[in-house]
């Protein structure tokens, strides 16, 4: 199993840009999350995934767009990039919400100029 | 919501020594509790966990303690070595929203050879 995969690993956007984020997992898992992290702050919680076709906000949602149309695929659009959404973004997966073990995967460091 | 704090931000130990991190949640209603570790240029990875239902749990070097009543749990861990350097992250969730957990601030452990 690759577990969960982020890709691109790093990404440079200039303001008003847009992007998708990708994540995959190939564990089965039904619930699938994207959180950023910032720097001295803990990972705050974007949007989630309770399965194929449910998507809802999570703590810090603004500017950004989610859809799940497959149990392993769960990608994160930024709609129009910001030097706010300046971060790194992590996707994890579990087997049903969060209290189960989250499996993160390694991250995707995105600047915005 | 719930609101978790973590403490302290910074933890520096000689190797062999035990190092205590510790957590206070807000929401009574809350029982589940991971603990994560973070390496550098990694995503978190789950280390320990508890329920509502237990007051300490070991595995290992590692252990968590919960005190239910005082709302705050805590992660020892004994005879320390250098690659338990790292960013250890407390969290915590509930049943009744299960799509969400909050994370604490994260705490980086540096143990001294």
């Known amino acids: 199993n690759a577990g969960v995969t982020q890709t691109p690993k790093f990404q440079v956007l200039k303001t008003g840009q847009s992007m998708t984020l990708q994540c995959a997992q190939d564990?089965?898992?039904?619930?699938m999350s994207w959180y950023r992290q910032d720097p001295g702050m803990g990972l705050r919680l974007i949007h989630y995934?309770?399965?194929?076709?449910?998507?809802d906000q999570g703590e810090v949602p603004n500017g950004y767009n989610v859809s799940r149309s497959t149990t392993e695929d769960f990608p994160l659009r930024l709609l129009s990039a910001a030097p706010s959404q300046t971060s790194v973004y992590f996707c994890?997966?579990?087997?049903?919400?969060?209290?189960?073990?989250?499996?993160f995967g390694p991250g995707t460091r995105l600047t915005v100029t | 919501g719930e609101n978790v704090e973590q403490h302290p931000s910074t933890l520096s130990v000689q190797e062999g020594d035990s190092a205590v991190i510790k957590c206070t949640y807000s929401d009574s209603a809350s029982n589940y509790f991971p603990w994560y570790k973070q390496e550098l240029g990694k995503g978190p990875q789950l280390i320990i966990d508890?329920?509502?239902?237990?007051g300490e749990k070991k595995d290992q070097r590692i252990a968590v303690t919960l005190n239910k009543t005082a709302k705050h749990f805590s992660l020892h861990i004994t005879e320390t070595q250098p690659e338990d350097s790292a960013v250890y992250f407390c969290a915590a969730s509930k049943n009744t929203n299960a799509g969400k957990s909050t994370f604490g601030d994260g705490t980086t452990l540096t143990v001294k050879p």
């Open positions: 564990m089965n898992h039904e619930y």
């Open positions: 995934s309770v399965g194929a076709g449910i998507t």
């Open positions: 508890i329920r509502s239902n237990v």
């Open positions: 994890a997966s579990s087997l049903s919400g969060t209290l189960y073990e989250q499996y």
